[in-house]
C-alpha cells in the first residue's frame, strides 16, 4: 500500500526537512519535495498526491495559507494535510486546526510514530472517500427514486381520471324515484365503485362493490366488473334480464376463470328497481346488507346468500321487497362503519340517523336536488378531514328513495 501513496512535503531542503525527507523515503512513499507555497499549489493541482506534509518553520512557506488552498482544492479528494512545527510549539497546532490541517506533529519524531500517523491519517481518508460514495450513490438513487415517484403519480392521476370517467355521470331521473351517491378514495384510485343504468323502459339495475385491498389491483378489478357485469340474456325473440342472483353467480365465475395473479375478490350488493311495480330484487356476495328506512319508521336489513367474489364457486340467493312511497334503501361499503359522528356515534348509524332526518315537508320545491345535497352533507359531515380515520378506507354510499 505504501508504495502506492504520493506524498508532497512542502518546505526547505535544511537538515530538518531533510532528516524528515529520510524517514519519509525510508518508509517507501513516493516522495515529492518542493520548497515554496506557489510551487506546492501547481503540485496538488497537477499531480493530486495522497497526503501534503507541510513544514511550518520553513522561511518561504506562509503554511496556514497553504493549508488552508489545499484543502479547498481537494475538498473532492479529501487529502489529508499534515504540520511538522517545533516541539511545545502549541499555537502553532492551534493555528494548523484553525486552518484545516488534519494533523500537526514536532520535529523531531520518531519514524515508527511518524508513519501510525500517516496511516491513520489515510485510513481516514479512505473511509471518508467511502462515506462521499455513499452519499453520490444515495442522491442519484433519490432522484431516481423522485422520478419514478413523479412517473408513478403520472400513471395513477391518469389512472384516477379513467375510473372516475367510468362512475355514471348523472343519475336517471325517474318519476317515482331518485338516486343519490357519493364516494370517497383512500388514495389516487379506489377499490370502491358504483353504477347506476337503465336495463329495459321499467327496470334499472345498480349496485356497490367493494375490492378488498386499495390501490391500483382493487382498481382494476373495479374496472373488470364495470365492463364484465352481465345483466340479460339475448334470445330469437328478444331477451331476458338475468336476476341478480344469476347475476353474481356469472360475474363470480367470470372472475375465477381469469385465474388472475393474487386471487382478487370482491364484495359487490346488486339490486334490480321495477319502477312500474316498485319492486325491489337484489343479492349480495359477501356485501353487507342494504338498509331499508321504512317510512314508517321501520328499519330493515336486506339479507340474502352468498359469498365473496372471486375466491370459490358460490351459490348466490335473490330477496325480494316492494317499496312505498317514503321508503329509503341505502347500499354502502364497510369503509363507512369505521367513520363516526362529531358525537361519536358509529359511521352507519349516524347516516343512517342523518338520512331518517330528511323532511320533504321542509324541503324547498324541487327537493331532489336538496336529497341530493342532504346525502352528500351527511357523507361530507362523517369523513371530516381532521379525523384520523377519514383516509383509511375507500369509502361510499348509494341510496334509493320512493317519493312521496
Known amino acids: 500500500m505504501s508504495e502506492k501513496v504520493n506524498v508532497l512535503l512542502v518546505g526547505e531542503a535544511g537538515p530538518d526537512v531533510g532528516s524528515l525527507r529520510a524517514q519519509l523515503d525510508s518508509l517507501g512513499y513516493a516522495l515529492e519535495l ?8 501547481e503540485a496538488v493541482e497537477t499531480e ?31 487529502v489529508p494535510v499534515m504540520f511538522a512545527c517545533l516541539r511545545n510549539d502549541l499555537r502553532a497546532e492551534v493555528d494548523a486546526r484553525d486552518a484545516g490541517a488534519d494533523d500537526c506533529f ?5 519514524t515508527d510514530a511518524l508513519a501510525a500517523r500517516i496511516r491513520l491519517l489515510l485510513r481516514n481518508r479512505e473511509l471518508e472517500q467511502s462515506l462521499r460514495r455513499q452519499h453520490r450513490e444515495s442522491e442519484s438513487l433519490t432522484r431516481e427514486l423522485v422520478l419514478a415517484r413523479q412517473a408513478l403519480d403520472r400513471e395513477l392521476d391518469f389512472a384516477s381520471r379513467i375510473q372516475r370517467s367510468l362512475l355514471p355521470e348523472t343519475f336517471p331521473r325517474l318519476e317515482r324515484f331518485q338516486f343519490a351517491a357519493s364516494l370517497r378514495s383512500s388514495g389516487a384510485v379506489s377499490g370502491d365503485f358504483y353504477d347506476i343504468y337503465r336495463l329495459d323502459e321499467t ?19 373495479t374496472i373488470f366488473v364495470k365492463k364484465g357485469l352481465e345483466t340479460r340474456d339475448i334470445t330469437a325473440d328478444g331477451y331476458r334480464l338475468l336476476p341478480p342472483d344469476e347475476v353474481l353467480t356469472r360475474l363470480n365465475r367470470d372472475i375465477l376463470a381469469q385465474r388472475l395473479s393474487g386471487n382478487p375478490f370482491l364484495t359487490l350488493f346488486y339490486a334490480i328497481l321495477d319502477v312500474q311495480t316498485g319492486m325491489l330484487s337484489y343479492a349480495s356476495g359477501g356485501h353487507p346488507p342494504a338498509i331499508c328506512l321504512g317510512a314508517d319508521g321501520s328499519v330493515r336489513p ?6 365473496l367474489i372471486g375466491i370459490f364457486e358460490s351459490d348466490f340467493s335473490t330477496g325480494r321487497l316492494a317499496l312505498a312511497p317514503g321508503d329509503m334503501v341505502a347500499l354502502y361499503t ?3 362503519e369505521q367513520a363516526q359522528s362529531a358525537s361519536g356515534k358509529p359511521g352507519l348509524d349516524a347516516f343512517l340517523e342523518y338520512l331518517r332526518a330528511w323532511d320533504t315537508r321542509g324541503a324547498p320545491e324541487d327537493s331532489r336536488d336538496a336529497f ?22 375507500d369509502v361510499t354510499i348509494l341510496v334509493l328513495r320512493m317519493l312521496g
Open 302 to 307: 336486506l339479507l340474502s346468500e352468498g359469498a
Open 203 to 221: 327496470h334499472y339495475g345498480f349496485y356497490v362493490a367493494d375490492a378488498i385491498g386499495h390501490g391500483v389491483p382493487a382498481a382494476l378489478l
Open 106 to 110: 514536532p520535529k523531531p519524531i520518531d
Open 334 to 336: 364497510d369503509g363507512i
Open 372 to 393: 341530493t345535497r342532504h346525502v352528500r352533507d351527511a357523507f361530507t359531515a362523517l369523513l371530516r378531514e381532521d379525523s384520523p380515520i377519514a383516509r383509511r378506507d
Open 34 to 41: 518542493v520548497p515554496a507555497g506557489d510551487q506546492a499549489i
Open 48 to 78: 493530486r498526491p495522497d497526503l501534503v506534509i507541510i513544514d511550518a518553520t520553513a522561511p518561504d512557506v506562509d503554511p496556514y495559507e497553504l493549508a488552508w488552498r489545499v484543502k479547498e482544492l481537494t475538498r473532492d479528494e479529501s
